[in-house]
């Protein structure tokens, strides 16, 4: 039996046998190598994915992986394994900032006392609270079959498309949910001889030319059903694979923000109502510097959680936090009508920290 060993790739090579006499030390070695590896991975990278794979094949998480590490614009690093490493590594992170924390202040107190240092001292202070707070968080999401994609690249839609063309195609079993209906139409192939199948199943299709033929589209599965063995048998005569399965983002970690939020966010109409309303404000304020044409850019490469005020004629960016507050689920068209009045009704809650 081979003692356990790393290759290059940083990945184990053989399986831990707990008959061999080696096996706390490899023991061991397995924890420390991999909590190296994931804190490196925390310092490297400023966005972490939370990736829900249920269901997705492992040849289509090879051919993702390759194609994130491939990628020269969208480099990522698609990390797959135990939970309980992780939150061991993202503990050792926070010990890690806790640490250079303390190091901070002792160099700060020995240099220098004014009071200039000691408000950037506080400052920055809270601002690693904040991400250990965060990094608390992330630790608590880190349940059920999910990976992590390591990230720097900020355009959410660009990682999402890669992700959306690796898809697994699979049999249904009994038992399983469909996720949307299920339709046929035309030429089955199948002698008249296997019409019961069919109409065990309530489904009554005709007979032309000797073979069983749909002549219109016909509804075999509704969404959200549940999968019988008629079913299943009906649909393996058919030769139908209805099972569609691919990793979908679930939650993003931004180092940078501290903090972390769903990914429905992202794709939620409303940063685009932040985009007009801050568009508006900037127009019509006469705080801002720059007094020339503005014009409002959401551009997602420049920044997940930033807006971007151009100056047309200096050429002059500035930024703003967007993302700081959830918004809340429009269920009442009442609601929707609030929102669009809420810097005429509350003129001192700054949703968009445009002046702070």
């Known amino acids: 039996m081979p003692r356990f060993e790393f290759p290059l790739t940083g990945l184990r090579k053989f399986k831990l046998d707990k008959s061999s006499p080696f096996y706390a030390s490899d023991r061991k070695i397995l924890k420390s190598k991999a909590t190296q590896q994931l804190t490196e991975l925390l310092e490297r990278f400023n966005y972490i994915l939370i990736l829900k794979i249920s269901g997705v094949e492992q040849t289509e998480i090879q051919q993702l992986k390759s194609a994130f590490s491939d990628h020269c614009e969208l480099y990522s690093e698609f990390y797959v394994g135990k939970h309980s490493l992780t939150r061991l590594a993202i503990d050792e992170f926070i010990q890690r900032i806790m640490v250079k924390n303390e190091n901070r202040d002792h160099v700060i107190d020995t240099n220098n006392s004014s009071f200039q240092i000691h408000s950037s001292s506080t400052s920055h202070q809270k601002d690693q609270e904040q991400l250990i707070s965060a990094l608390k968080q992330f630790k608590e999401l880190l349940v059920g079959e999910i990976a992590l994609l390591f990230?720097?690249?900020e355009d959410f839609s660009?990682?999402?498309k890669v992700m959306s063309k690796h898809l697994s195609v699979k049999a249904a079993r009994v038992g399983t949910v469909m996720k949307e209906d299920v339709y046929f139409q035309g030429s089955t192939g199948l002698d008249p001889r296997f019409m019961n199948v069919f109409h065990?199943?309530?489904?009554?299709?005709?007979?032309?030319?000797?073979?069983?033929?749909?002549?219109?589209?016909e509804k075999l599965l509704k969404a959200r059903e549940v999968c019988t063995i008629q079913k299943i048998?009906?649909?393996?005569?058919?030769?139908?694979?209805?099972?569609?399965?691919?990793?979908?983002?679930?939650?993003?970690?931004?180092?940078?923000?501290a903090f972390v939020v769903n990914t429905e966010i992202l794709e939620r109409d409303w940063f685009e109502n932040c985009v007009e309303s801050a568009n508006q404000i900037t127009a019509l304020s006469m705080e801002c510097s720059l007094v020339n044409e503005l014009t409002i850019i959401a551009d997602i490469k420049k920044g997940i959680f930033d807006l971007v005020a151009l100056d047309t004629e200096t050429q002059c960016e500035m930024r703003y936090m967007i993302r700081k507050v959830t918004p809340p689920a429009n269920d009442d068209d009442s609601e929707s009508e609030d929102d669009q009045n809420l810097f005429e009704s509350e003129p001192e809650f700054d949703l968009l920290d445009l002046f702070s």
């Open 158 to 160: 660009a990682l999402k």
């Open 200 to 217: 065990i199943n309530n489904i009554y299709p005709k007979i032309r030319m000797g073979q069983i033929e749909f002549e219109r589209k």
């Open 151 to 153: 990230t720097n690249c």
């Open 233 to 257: 048998r009906m649909l393996n005569m058919l030769k139908l694979k209805v099972v569609h399965d691919q990793v979908e983002p679930l939650y993003l970690f931004s180092k940078n923000d």
